[in-house]
């Protein structure tokens, strides 16, 4: 294994693997801390502590990345959101200076650019479209809103050292040029570097600079060159992997409340049948996963949806009479659960809107480790799994993709264009 990666949800370790197996690296993601098949190039191990208590979030990303060391990772990714979803007491800067003082590593570049998906960094600010991340939607996110979107500054709140910054004309001078300014930044006592990205471009440059580092931060976009460099090195097999197309029932299951995620869930409505879970109901007992479940076996013909994505304002609502960390436990776990009971029935293909929703999935199903399909929609790929048979996945996160994702994964997954 050459390089390892260490993402704080699922959705995110699917987007990171999907980047490195496009460009070229054989690549298997792992669930937990690492177990399985490690006969791969690059190993993507998917955590759940993007919410988690700091203490659990470094004690898991450490263990993560000291199983990575000892399986010859020679560089390691923290990969996290390309919203940066945090809080000012966050898990995200942590993570890292727990992850620099490991590896024993002077300077590591933060950069959450994804210009594909329209995450842009500039003067260390980030954008979503062309909107600030604060004015994005994601100052409602239920867990993380980012309301600030000074990078530097948010990170800044959650780390004891000061945050460096490298403005894009640096960047755009070439690797060789930014090299210097990391070293600079190094000397100016900056561990945690923001670095600017606004094209594909940029984000190749910093990975041709960041080629002998042993740590590298940032969101899936940062791993797009990181192939090239072992490439070039004469690293890589060439080889890709075989992935198995899965057919037979199929399920949406949507727990994300993201702008994007409301729309697709209206677009999958349109042509499926769909049961909406108020998390009011779910709080009060009302709805069980047995009852879900026979709702969408009865339905199973026609690729139905199940979902408790709400407008802002419901959600806000819930999560003032009820409790915040319990409503989103009741949530996760109802997920979980009737992920579970469906594939033990003969589901065989499973799509999940929302990042926290994709982690209690993955964990309900004890999956060990998934090969990486083709990409769906930029920072998306099919997942398969071996759960009595091929099990096919999707696991997006609540800001990605298209209207349609959710039908036209399910149709990727069948291996249907």
């Known amino acids: 294994m050459l390089l390892g990666a260490i993402a704080d949800d699922f959705t995110g370790a699917s987007d990171l693997a999907n980047t490195l197996a496009r460009g070229g690296m054989s690549t298997v993601q792992f669930v937990g801390t690492g177990r399985g098949k490690t006969d ?17 979030a470094v004690r898991q990303s450490l263990e993560a990345a000291r199983w990575l060391l000892e399986q010859g990772c020679e560089q390691i990714v923290f990969k996290y959101c390309s919203t940066f979803d945090s809080t000012p007491s966050g898990n995200i800067g942590p993570v890292a ?36 991340l604060s004015e994005s939607g994601m100052q409602n996110h239920p867990l993380t809103p980012m ?27 070439g690797a060789a040029a930014l090299r210097n300014g990391l070293r600079a930044e190094l000397t100016a006592g900056h561990r945690l570097v923001v670095v600017d990205a606004i094209e594909d471009s940029d984000l190749t440059t910093i990975a041709a600079a960041v080629a002998d580092h042993k740590l590298v931060t940032g969101g899936s976009g940062i791993a797009q060159g990181l192939p090239q460099n072992f490439r070039d090195q004469g690293k890589l097999s060439g080889a890709a992997a075989e992935v198995p197309l899965v057919d037979g029932p199929g399920v949406v299951i ?57 407008a802002p304002e419901v959600v806000s609502f819930v999560q003032q009479r009820f409790g915040r960390e319990d409503v989103a436990g009741k949530i996760e776990a109802f997920f979980g659960g009737l992920a579970r009971r469906l594939a033990d029935a003969g589901t065989r293909q499973i799509v999940v809107g929302g990042g926290e929703t994709s982690g209690a999935v993955v964990e309900a199903l004890g999956l060990k480790n998934m090969m990486i399909g083709p990409e769906i929609d930029p920072g998306v ?8 048979g091929p099990l096919g996945l999707a696991l997006k996160s609540g800001n990605f993709g298209s209207p349609h994702f959710f039908a036209k994964a399910l149709d990727r997954i069948a291996g249907h264009e």
């Open 40 to 56: 791969c190039e690059a190993g993507v191990i998917a955590l759940k502590t993007r919410s988690a208590p700091v203490d659990d």
């Open 97 to 132: 200076e727990a992850l620099l003082r490991l590896t024993g590593t002077g300077v590591a570049v933060v950069c959450p650019a994804f210009p594909a998906t329209g995450r842009r960094l500039f003067m260390g600010h980030l954008f979503v479209g062309d909107r600030l």
């Open 147 to 173: 309301t600030d979107p000074d990078i530097r500054r948010w990170l800044q709140q959650q780390t004891k050292g000061e945050i460096g910054s490298i403005a894009l004309d640096v960047v755009r001078s």
């Open 254 to 310: 949507c727990g994300s409340c993201s702008t994007t995620s409301q729309n697709q869930v209206a677009c999958h409505l349109q042509n499926h049948p769909g049961l909406a879970i108020d998390p009011a109901v779910l709080m009060r007992g009302s709805m069980s996963v047995e009852r879900a479940a026979r709702w969408v076996e009865a339905n199973a013909a026609e690729n139905p949806i199940v979902y408790s994505t709400a």
């Open 381 to 388: 790929p099919v997942l398969v799994a071996d759960r009595s």
